[in-house]
């Protein structure tokens, strides 16, 4: 599992997977035509999507291993690393990958919003788990685009191709709505751990020694991807992570400026703050009064 295989271009991974690349910039890969192999480390310079129908190994994320089941989806951003772990032993791969390179969708509305699809961002314990309806879906969207893919090319093909991704991702979006509530007893209780870790930081030394606590911190803390934590966040709350965190900073910046022994510097130092002048404009913009005015207003 040492050995990573690159993979730059769309025809790489289908000659890889005896495939014939019908597009040089996306294709509906068919794993079952790959010949048996090894399991390996993968570098994807395109989107990836995998859809695995049988258990053939786990599925190797970065540097964790995941048990990849039946009927569930995976997505990865390019430049990420994924792969197979089959313990040395020979397996035949199954199930679909659907893969399209950046440049597709340049100028396109998927384009613009591609950043929106946060799960390119999630971990792979993060997978999407399909019901069979889903699945059927989720196959029905691989068929439309290997259709244009399998027509000749004409002036509508990449407007097809395209509109048949956003729709898939769109129907994505809407499984891990249902997944977030129907899995809830996996991340059951995350705002009181959320709020729980914010207490705790805010009354260590982190903030002077590490700065105001980021999303990322936070998340890794709980062990999530930055952006699988946002989005259940958003989902329990209706509010952004971000947000959540600078709430708490303005709720324990209220109890002490309201120490007459420190002065509004101090405070911003005490919270995390390089420079108190950015603790004045956040205090100032969510609480309507400068610290300052704040702490008069008390007395």
């Known amino acids: 599992m040492d050995t990573i295989r690159r993979f ?18 996306v294709s509906v890969v068919d794993l ?32 964790h291993t995941y048990d990849y089941q039946e009927g569930t989806l995976v997505f990865l951003a390019p430049g990420q690393v994924a792969g197979m772990n089959s313990n040395g032993e020979i397996y035949q791969p199954k199930g679909y990958a659907l893969v399209f390179h950046p440049d597709l969708i340049h100028g396109t509305s998927l384009g613009r919003h591609i950043q929106d699809y946060t799960f390119f961002g999630y971990q792979s314990f993060e997978a ?19 259709y244009e893919l399998e027509h000749a ?3 509508h093909s990449k407007r097809l191709i395209v509109s048949n991704i956003e729709l898939f991702l769109n129907y994505c979006v809407r499984f891990y709505d249902r997944q977030f509530i129907t899995r809830d007893y996996v991340h059951k209780g995350l705002l009181e751990k959320f709020e729980h870790l914010l207490n705790e930081y805010f009354e260590s030394e982190k ?14 803390e709980l062990n999530l991807s930055p952006n699988y934590f946002g989005d259940l966040v958003k989902k329990e709350s209706g509010r952004a992570a971000q947000d959540y965190i600078q709430s708490k900073v303005i709720e324990v910046a209220k109890e002490r400026i309201l120490d007459h022994s420190k002065s ?13 002048q950015h603790f004045t404009r956040l205090f100032k913009q969510r609480v309507g009064q400068s610290p300052n005015e704040y702490r008069s207003s008390m007395n």
Do not use: W
């Open 8 to 25: 730059e271009t769309i025809n790489d991974y289908n000659v890889f997977n005896n495939n014939e690349t019908l597009h040089p910039l």
């Open 153 to 155: 090319i004409d002036q």
């Open 128 to 146: 999407l788990h399909l019901s069979k309806r889903e699945r059927e879906i989720i196959l029905d969207c691989f068929s439309k685009i290997e």
């Open 264 to 276: 509004v510097g101090q405070v911003a130092y005490e919270l995390g703050f390089k420079y108190s």
């Open 32 to 63: 079952s035509k790959a010949a048996p192999r090894q399991g390996s480390r993968m570098y994807f310079g395109f989107y990836t999507v995998f859809l695995k129908d049988v258990k053939c190994g786990d599925l190797v994320y970065g540097r």
């Open 207 to 220: 903030p002077q020694t590490v700065g105001l606590p980021s999303v990322a911190y936070c998340a890794s």
